[in-house]
Structure formats: C-alpha cells, structure tokens
C-alpha cells in the first residue's frame, strides 16, 4: 500500500478514537503540543536552518524564504495559537437546531467531526501546526502534505507534536505527515475517496487549481489573495499613509498583504509623492500607471499583467482612478474575492462599497492584514476560503465541522 493510502488508514482509524473524546482531553492534548513546542524549538529551528539552505541554493524568492522561515518569536506564536485554539468553545456536539414534528419525532441538528481532512499546502511550516491544532480540537483526524522545500522542518514539527500526543489521549496517529515529495502524492491524495474525506489546499494559485480541477473528493477552495486598498480623497492623509504602508510592507510574503493601491486623483496629486516616498524608504518597488507616473517619475510603468499579479514581495501596483465607481470596477476585473479595503470619512460611500465589494474580507479604515485567524479571534486557521460554499474567509474550528441528525421517536412509523 503506497504512503498516502497507509498513512491515511492509520488516522481513520484513530478518527474514530479521537471522536468520542471529551473537550477537556483534548485540550490537554493541545497543551502538551504547545509546549514541547517551545521545549524543543532548538531542533525545529535547526531543521528549519537545512531548509533554508537548501531554498537559498535552488534560487527561491526573497518572499517564499520568509514564509519558510522559522525562529523563536515565528515558534511562541505558534504555541501560543495552540494555546488559544484549546481556549475556544468546542463545536463538537453543539445543537445548531431543534424541534419536534407534529408526529411526535424529535429532530436534533449538531456539529460532528468531518473525519478526516487532507491538507495540502506550500512553504509555510506554520500550517502544520495550525492544521493540527484546529483538527485534532474538532475531532478530526489529519493528513499533512506540506511541500519539498519545508519537509525537514515538517517533519521535525510533526515529531515533535506526535511525542506529546504519545503521553495524552489523543491517539498520535491521528496526525500524519505525507514524505513523498514528488507530484504523485499530491495527486492521489487528491483521488483518495475513502480515505479522505475532504482535502484543503493552501498556497498559490497554481496549486488550488490544480486541486480544484484533478479532486474527486471534496475540496474546501482557500484562494489567491491580490488584494486591494482604494484611498478617497475625503480618507484622513495620516491614517491612509499608515494602513497603506502596514498593508504593502508589514508581511509581504503573505496572501493578506496588499498588492495594488488605488487612489482617487485628488488624494493622489495631494499626497502620493510623499506616500511613494515612504515606501521607497521600505524598499518597495513601485509600478504605477501614466498618472501616477506623471507625479513621481522615478518608478517603474506598470503592464496590464501587474494589475493581476500576486507578488509576495515588496513590489507594488498603483494606480490612480476616478472615484469609487473605478475602483470597484477594477477590484472586480482583478480582485480575487479575497480581502480588498477603502479608507474614506464618506460614510454612505464606505457603505456601498463594503456591499458591493464581493470579497471574503471587507474593510473600511483598516488594513487588509487583519485577515487571518489569529487575528479574528479562532487561535490559528486552516485557511483563507475566498468560495461561498460551507466556510468562507478565515477558517477556524467551524469550518472543520460537518453535521449530524439525531432523530428521537416512539415507535414512529412512515404510513
């Protein structure tokens, strides 16, 4: 039996262990992987270290390298979403509806585990700890497939959490971690109904793609994030600059970070040569259109294919537009429904724009980094859903829920 499909046996068999468990078991489990954790970060970090080599050598941008990369302050924050998730209300078993049919039926509606959940995701050894944390509260057994150029911190985080689970009730089977790097593992995970009961992909565009369109089991779509920040003229200069500075340069590497800008023309002519000033200081490289151009002719001509690029880097798109209409229409052609922001003091136009905006994360007056699920509030997060089916934006412990009917009669009988 091939590693995908054995791996997979062994954690539907502790699924089913790991279902009955009570909250307070499972938080202990949740406690103990946070701390060994931080007990052995000396090891992950070192593993990490080979990764990063290795990323240097074969020529990995600047932006992957620091999603790969991990040091003490990237490991407390893990632990400490492990520590947060433990602290969230447990959705197993929550009554989501009730009542009684004129025959006297009961009809329950409550949250249950899904089973179990194939995650496949790119050089972010953070998912690995995420993932587990918010399936193993859920009740959910899972199957990690994180990719070549983070297999050796994957594989060290793994063992890690596994050696703590080993001394609680949560069965250490239920996490597992694919090694096989080549694409074939990827894709019979993809094809592995039966022993998969829903996969998530989480990384560019060209992996979910490919598992949206190869998937025969269920697929959760997390999505691109080329995201957006228009600023009206009427928007506060300070507040502005401070949230489009934070969007573009806080963690460019991110899918949350902002890639193109967008400012109406009288902001523009009042305030964009200081703004792109900022960010050269930041060392972003900037695109802009002809306008933009014409009020700071050092930086660069943006190309039809910058408006719809995810950079993951410090480069960014600018363009100066109209008014609100524009922006929309350009956030719709380009956007990828992922989390797009206006910064205004006009309130009815920060009202339509957060209604007619079709994105998993609207903001008005904030930076789009914001979206993410430590942030929200849910410890850690499975993904960033941009579709509008079961889960859309950050995923926390709900989106990892299925449902369940519990019907209570009498002797009931169907005429």
């Known amino acids: 039996m091939s590693e995908v499909k054995t791996k997979a046996t062994l954690a539907r068999e502790a699924s089913r262990r790991l279902a009955i468990l009570t909250t307070a078991q499972k938080n202990q489990a949740l406690l103990a992987m946070a701390d060994a954790l931080v007990r052995e970060q000396s090891r992950i970090i070192e593993a990490n270290a080979l990764d990063l080599v290795d990323g240097e050598a074969n020529g990995t941008s600047v932006g992957l390298l620091d999603r790969l990369k991990l040091n003490e302050a990237r490991i407390l924050d893990m632990a400490d979403g492990l520590r947060q998730v433990a602290e969230l209300p447990d959705p197993i078993g ?82 597992q971690l694919i090694e096989a790097v080549d694409r074939s593992s990827v894709d019979e995970m993809l094809k592995a109904d039966g022993f998969l009961d829903v996969v998530i992909p989480r990384g560019g565009a060209s992996l979910i793609q490919h598992v949206v369109i190869n998937a025969s089991v269920p697929v959760i779509e997390t999505g691109a994030g080329l995201c957006h920040t228009y600023v009206e003229d009427s928007a506060e200069k300070e507040m502005a600059l401070r949230i489009a500075i934070n969007a573009k340069v806080q963690r460019p590497s991110v899918c949350n970070s902002m890639e193109t800008l967008l400012l109406q023309a009288g902001f523009a002519e009042r305030h964009w040569p200081e703004l792109a000033e900022r960010f050269r200081a930041a060392n972003v490289e900037l695109r802009g259109c002809g306008r933009t ?123």
């Open 293 to 415: 151009r014409e009020l700071t002719p050092w930086i660069a001509e943006a190309t039809e294919d910058d408006w719809g690029t995810e950079y993951n880097e410090l480069i960014l798109s600018v363009k100066v537009v109209g008014g609100l209409d524009e922006a929309l229409e350009h956030i719709r052609r380009y956007g990828t429904m992922h989390s797009e922001c206006i910064v205004t003091e006009d309130a009815a136009h920060a009202e339509r724009f957060m209604q007619e905006v079709d994105a998993a994360a609207v903001y008005h007056n904030a930076s789009t980094r914001f979206t993410d699920g430590f942030e929200f509030g849910y410890g850690a997060e499975i993904g960033i859903s941009t579709q509008k089916l079961h889960a859309r934006g950050p995923m926390g412990l709900p989106a990892l829920t299925s449902t369940k009917f519990i019907v209570s009669g009498n002797g009931q009988i169907r005429e």
């Open 94 to 175: 929550e009554t989501l509806e009730s009542g009684v049919r004129p025959n006297g039926l009961q009809i329950i509606k409550v949250r249950g585990p899904i089973g179990v959940s194939g995650i496949i995701y790119e050089a972010r050894p953070n998912v690995t700890v995420d993932a587990a944390g918010l399936a193993l509260k859920t009740g959910n057994a899972v199957v990690l497939r994180g990719s070549s150029s983070a297999l050796k911190s994957n594989r060290e985080i793994v063992g890690v959490l596994r050696e703590a689970l080993v001394q609680t009730d949560v069965p250490a089977e239920a996490l």
